[in-house]
């Protein structure tokens, strides 16, 4: 019984442990970001594990969900009342369960809740500088860029889209920044760019 019970915390620990390792990508950068690190590095190195994590949490959840609701084997210990160690293991499946489903969709959650504009808002006596982004891995990414660009002086807005891989800001035609001191703005964030052709 005992060995049961290990297995299924052992299987819903692992779920959650994969499953948070798979969002690694996206969380690494926003933590290191909230200090000034940048994260790019640690996210390029988990972003392509992604998909061997979130299969493990899968497989890892399924395997505890079995030893959680099999059928015991006849038997003189199987008989015995079910002690509460036991019965406390199925809701703590469950709530291993919600956390790798939470951890698994991170990536997309992050760049909505986080703000991330992907459209520019409009004003007079301005112009619009592209920049195309190297090294973003997920949704998460773009609010830290959009973020280091609004810190320049002469930016009124930004927008970055993960889709396309592009920057786009709005400078005052008086006192614009350089392309130079917005595409450091974007290295700040823990990325590389460049502007945009014609």
């Given at each position: 019984m005992k060995k049961r019970i290990s297995s299924e915390k052992a299987a819903g620990a692992g779920a959650v442990v994969s499953a948070a390792l798979a969002s690694m990508c996206c969380i690494?950068?926003?933590?290191l970001g909230t200090v000034g690190l940048s994260g790019a590095l640690l996210s390029g190195f988990f972003?392509?594990?992604?998909?061997?994590?979130?299969?493990?949490?899968a497989l890892l959840l399924v395997i505890g969900f079995y030893f959680a609701f099999r059928k015991p084997v006849a038997g003189a210990a199987c008989a015995a009342k079910p002690s509460k160690l036991s019965q406390a293991s199925r809701p703590t499946l469950f709530v291993a369960a919600f956390a790798?489903?939470?951890?698994?969709?991170?990536?997309?959650?992050?760049?909505l809740a986080s703000g991330g504009a992907d459209s520019l808002s409009t004003e007079v006596a301005s112009n619009v500088v592209v920049l195309e982004v190297d090294g973003m891995?997920?949704?998460s990414c773009a609010p830290g860029i959009r973020t280091e660009l609004l810190r320049v002086p002469g930016?009124?807005?930004a927008a970055v889209s993960y889709e396309r891989k592009v920057a786009e800001v709005r400078v005052r035609e008086e006192q614009a920044p350089t392309e130079r001191r917005l595409i450091e703005a974007v290295e700040t964030a823990g990325y590389s760019a460049q502007v945009a052709g014609p």
């Open positions: 690494l950068p926003m933590g972003e392509p594990l992604r998909p061997y994590f979130l299969g493990l949490s790798t489903a939470a951890f698994a969709m991170f990536p997309s959650i992050a760049g891995t997920c949704q930016v009124i807005d």
